[in-house]
């Protein structure tokens, strides 16, 4: 199993960028997926994740100004992220926690990581 990250890049404050994250390889079913952030010298932090069913959780410091979204068939989640500051600067990763089989244990895979950079 392989999670992709790309969208990444330099924006000026107040800016927008989309990341996404498609997972491949032999996958059964995806439960929850999401996105972290790591800041340099900093530890990794929750961004926001969504389930199958759709529900959704954000972490307070991007409400209102992130939207995370999902593609069941393709399994793919999206980071909308609009209204850009510069305090979100970091490393973003996104996961899935997956079953490869229908007997198989859910386990959470990892993608690489893009970098996000906000100019102020």
């Known amino acids: 199993v392989q999670l992709q990250a790309c969208g990444g890049g330099l924006v000026q404050a107040g800016g927008s960028l989309r990341l996404s994250c498609a997972a491949s390889g032999s996958i059964f079913s995806i439960n929850a997926m999401g996105w972290y952030r790591q800041a340099p010298g900093k530890e990794r932090e929750l961004v926001a994740t969504i389930t199958s069913g759709g529900s959704i959780n954000y972490a307070d410091s991007v409400k209102g100004r992130f939207t995370i979204s999902r593609d069941n068939a393709k399994n793919t989640v999206y980071l909308q992220m609009n209204s850009l500051k510069p305090e979100d600067t970091a490393v973003y990763y996104c996961?899935?926690?997956?079953?490869?089989?229908?007997?198989?244990?859910?386990?959470?895979?990892w993608g690489q990581g893009t970098q996000v950079t906000v100019s102020s």
């Open positions: 996961n899935a926690d997956l079953k490869r089989t229908i007997i198989s244990t859910p386990r959470v895979y």
